[in-house]
T-cell receptor
Framework: KAGVTQTPRYLIKTRGQQVTLSCSPI?????VSWYQQTPGQGLQFLFE???????NKGNFPGRFSGRQFSNSRSEMNVSTLELGDSALYLC????????????????????FGQGTRLTVV | GDSVTQMEGPVTLSEEAFLTINCTYT??????LFWYVQYPGEGLQLLLK?????DKGSNKGFEATYRKETTSFHLEKGSVQVSDSAVYFC???????????FGGGTRLMVKP
């Protein structure tokens, strides 16, 4: 079956502009998470959506936002772009909502897309 | 908060050498632990995982054991190949929200 699809793969934007990135999870997966990867900060969690609701949010400014649609596809938006927003943005989908099964392990395995490489000039 | 520390790279080995990449974590409770691999130009792929103490995850010749007493999850492989050259990330998940905390990554370079 198809994997996680992120579009576009590459993007160049100018400071001050805004950008929208898209992520289509694996069919049947209801959870979508977003991560930012930079050489300096590594992989950092942005936010996670499950059934159209944001459940977790990382430590990023309000310029970073996201949403999830009823078909589980997700978008993230960055407004007023800064040079430091240049990064690889990765999306991950999970089958479950990560609910804890009493007495059992966390039921979660993240499948990642290839990422969107954003360059801000 | 939760954190993951892994050895800095790059790690350069000759083909068929033994590999160890150290990973230690700080977390409350009982997190699940993961190793992900990232090939050039690609996203992350799950390599192996362990969900409770003393579990051993294994895949493609790689192994890691969840050691709660030392809060470690070191990655090992007995004989590396050139095709194993990639960046390896140790990660943990400690809540029900599919939020992974990653280490800084270790670049592995295997020479023929």
């Amino acid at each position: 079956k198809a994997g996680v699809t992120q579009t576009p793969r590459y993007l160049i934007k100018t400071r001050g502009q805004q950008v929208t990135l898209s992520c289509s999870p694996i069919s049947g997966h209801r959870s979508v998470s977003w991560y930012q990867q930079t050489p300096g900060q590594g992989l950092q969690f942005l936010f996670e959506y499950f059934s159209e609701t944001q459940r977790n949010k990382g430590n990023f400014p309000g310029r970073f936002s996201g949403r999830q649609f009823s078909n589980s596809r997700s978008e993230m938006n960055v407004s007023t772009l800064e040079l430091g927003d240049s990064a690889l943005y990765l999306c991950a989908s999970n089958l479950s909502g990560g609910e804890i099964d009493p007495g059992g392990p966390l039921n979660t395995e993240a499948f990642f897309g290839q990422g969107t490489r954003l360059t801000v000039v | 908060g939760d954190s993951v520390t892994q050895m800095e790279g790059p790690v350069t080995l000759s083909e068929e050498a033994f590999l160890t990449i150290n990973c230690t974590y700080t977390a409350t409770g009982y997190p699940s632990l993961f190793w992900y691999v990232q090939y050039p130009g690609e996203g992350l792929q799950l390599l192996l995982k362990a969900t409770k103490a003393d579990d051993k995850g294994s895949n493609k010749g790689f192994e890691a054991t969840y050691r709660k007493e030392t809060t470690s999850f070191h990655l090992e492989k007995g004989s590396v190949q050139v095709s194993d050259s990639a960046v390896y990330f140790c990660a943990l998940e400690n809540n029900a929200g599919n939020m992974l905390t990653f280490g800084g990554g270790t670049r592995l370079m295997v020479k023929p």
